[in-house]
Nanobody, 115 residues
């Protein structure tokens, strides 16, 4: 089992930056994939960025070039650096750990981008 705790959300003006962190309760070294999802009011949860155990990353088209996901296996933490934020990035951001066969979620952290 894995417990995930997100931090780093908040209120920021458009064009600003935030760095989200996801702290895991155990080693993430062998977790096949970890990712950040977001859910805006009235919308479905969507994948924002992911990183595999091998270090491969993937991004939603809407955040490519602005967001960067990274893993720190020494600290069992995954980060999401968000730059050039837009009002449409406003959502609750969730950390996910995809093991075999289970998927684990954090409680979410609110990101609000004002125009």
């Amino acid at each position: 089992q894995v417990q995930l705790v997100e931090s780093g959300g908040g209120l920021v003006q458009a064009g600003g930056s935030l760095r989200l962190s996801c702290a895991a309760s155990r080693s993430i070294f062998n977790i096949p994939a970890m990712g950040w999802y977001r859910q805006a009011p009235g919308k479905q949860r969507e994948l924002v960025a992911s990183v595999s155990s091998g270090g491969s990353t993937g991004y939603a088209d809407s955040v490519k070039g602005r967001f960067t996901i990274s893993r720190d296996t020494a600290k069992n933490t995954v980060h999401l650096q968000m730059n050039s934020l837009k009002p449409e990035d406003t959502a609750v951001y969730y950390c996910n750990a995809q093991t075999i066969p289970n998927s684990y979620w954090g409680q979410g952290t609110q990101v609000t981008v004002s125009s």
